[in-house]
C-alpha cells in the first residue's frame, strides 16, 4: 500500500468570489463552490418527452401504470416490485430539469444514466444511479441512490437545509446535472447529492413508481444534451533523462544518481486523468497552473503513512466550501490484484480531488489563477522508480445534431 503525503500547495491569497466561469461543450458555466446550480447559457434545452404519447420510452420492472395525463407523466399503482419509464435512448452528459409531485410517505426517483441487468426484458428492473424523491419524514429527495447496486451514495443524513427543501403534495422543481464522473442535484434550487462516481458515464434516464402503494407525477420536463465523456489515453508524456517506453505501452521513470522527470498538460478547469501504476521507492507529484516551475500542489507518494494539510479555500469562507462525495470505491471497476495503484486527480471548476485506491486523500478549492495545466511526476535521485501501465485522461464530445 503506497501511502500519501502532502508537502506543499500554493498559499491562499486575497478572498475571492466563490465563483468562476468555465467554458464547457462550447458554453460558459458559472461553477459555484457553495453548491448553488451553476448559472449559464440555457439555450439548447428540449422537451424530454414527445408532445403526446410515449414514443421512445417503455415501462419495465413492475406492473404500475405509467402513462401521460393531460401532459403530465403520471404513475401509480400497487406493484410488488419497483416500476420504470426508461428512455430507449443513452444520455451521457446532460442536464435534466423538471417538477416531481407526490404524497407525504411516498417514494418515487428520477434514474439517470441507468440500465437493464437483462436488456429488453420487460420484468428486468433498473440499475444506476437515482435522485430520489423521498416525502417521508427521513427527507432525502434529491440524494444519489445506488438502485439494485450500492445503495446509498449520497444520503442528505447530515445536510438540514437539503432535507427542508422538498415540499410533500406540492410541485418541487429538480435540476440534475451529469458531467464526466459528476453527478449533482438541486431540490427547488437547494443543493443536494454532488458525487464524483466512475460507475456509469451513461446510460438511460428512467422515472420510478416506487413498489406499495404509489402515486407520484412529474410535468415541464426537458433536458439539455451535452455530449460524452470517455476516457482515452495520455499520449504526450515529455521525458528524456530515467524515462523509458515498453512495447507493452507502460512508461518507466527511474532515477539513478540525479532526478528524472516526466510530464504531461492537462486540461485545465475541468478535467480527470486516472494513472494506473506501480511505485517502487518515492515519487513526487505536482501539479503546475503553467508551463512553470510555479506549484499548486505537490504529492509526494511513498511508503509513509497517508498524511494531508489542512484544506485550502482559495478565499471561500468554510461555511460555503461544498466538496464532492466520493463512495468507497469510487464505482471504478479498476482492482489492485496486479498490486497495481490507481490515482485519480479531478478539477471541476476550482475543486480539486485526489483519489487514491477508491479513498479521498486530498480535495481543495484553487485560486482562479491557479487552475492546473501540467501534471509532472519526479523520482529522486536514489529513489527508485515508477511504472506508469495505464494513463488516461477525460474527452468530452459534443452532442450529436438530432432532428
Not at 418527452?49 to 415501462?59: I, K, N, Q, S
Not at 516526466?262 to 506501480?278: F, K, V, W, Y
Not at 494539510?309 to 466550501?321: F, L, N, Q, Y
Amino acid at each position: 500500500m503506497i501511502g500519501f503525503l502532502l508537502v506543499g500547495h500554493a498559499a491562499a491569497q486575497e478572498p475571492q468570489e466563490a465563483a468562476d466561469t468555465t467554458e464547457r461543450d462550447g458554453r460558459t458555466f458559472t461553477i459555484r463552490e457553495n453548491g448553488m446550480p451553476p448559472a449559464g447559457d440555457d439555450r439548447g434545452f428540449v422537451s424530454l418527452l414527445p408532445a403526446r404519447g410515449l414514443e421512445g420510452w417503455r415501462v419495465v420492472g413492475g406492473d404500475a401504470v405509467i402513462d401521460r395525463d393531460e401532459g403530465d407523466l403520471h404513475g401509480r399503482g400497487n406493484s410488488a416490485r419497483n416500476t420504470f419509464l426508461m428512455s430507449e435512448r443513452t444520455f451521457g452528459d446532460f442536464i435534466l430539469e423538471g417538477e416531481v409531485m407526490i404524497n407525504a410517505n411516498g417514494n418515487s426517483g428520477w434514474q439517470v444514466r441507468s440500465h437493464q441487468p437483462k436488456p429488453g426484458v420487460r420484468n428486468s428492473g433498473v440499475r444506476g444511479y437515482q435522485l430520489e424523491v423521498d416525502s417521508s419524514q427521513r427527507s432525502w429527495s434529491g440524494g444519489l441512490y445506488d438502485e439494485l447496486r450500492r445503495g446509498w451514495i449520497h444520503s442528505l443524513a447530515d445536510d438540514e437545509a437539503a432535507r427542508n427543501a422538498f415540499k410533500a403534495g406540492e410541485w418541487n422543481h429538480y435540476r440534475i446535472e451529469c458531467h464526466g464522473p459528476h453527478v449533482r442535484s438541486w431540490v427547488n434550487g437547494v443543493p443536494c447529492a454532488d458525487v464524483i462516481d466512475f460507475a456509469d458515464m451513461d446510460g438511460m434516464i428512467a422515472f420510478q413508481v416506487h413498489s406499495g402503494n404509489c402515486d407520484v407525477r412529474w410535468k415541464d420536463l426537458r433536458v439539455l444534451d451535452n455530449g460524452t465523456s470517455s476516457f482515452v489515453p495520455m499520449k504526450t508524456w515529455r521525458g528524456q533523462v530515467g524515462v523509458s517506453r515498453h512495447p507493452d505501452g507502460s512508461i518507466v521513470v527511474r532515477s539513478g544518481g540525479e532526478s528524472a522527470f516526466i510530464d504531461t498538460p492537462l486540461g485545465g478547469a475541468n478535467t480527470t486523468i486516472r494513472l494506473s501504476c506501480d511505485l517502487d521507492g518515492r515519487a513526487v507529484m505536482r501539479l503546475h497552473p503553467e508551463d512553470t516551475d510555479t506549484n499548486v500542489v505537490v504529492f509526494d507518494l511513498s511508503g509513509e503513512s497517508s498524511k494531508t494539510s489542512s484544506p485550502v479555500t482559495g478565499g471561500v469562507k468554510k461555511e460555503e466550501i461544498r466538496y464532492p462525495v466520493v463512495s468507497e470505491g469510487a464505482g471504478s471497476d479498476s482492482s489492485d490484484s496486479k498490486g497495481e495503484h490507481e490515482l485519480i486527480i479531478d478539477v471541476e471548476g476550482r475543486r480539486l480531488t485526489v483519489i487514491l485506491d477508491g479513498s479521498v486523500l486530498h480535495r481543495v478549492i484553487l485560486e482562479k489563477t491557479l487552475l492546473p495545466k501540467r501534471l509532472e511526476i519526479e523520482i529522486p535521485p536514489g529513489s527508485g522508480g515508477i511504472t506508469l501501465h495505464e494513463a488516461h485522461q477525460i474527452k468530452h464530445t459534443p452532442p450529436v445534431m438530432r432532428n
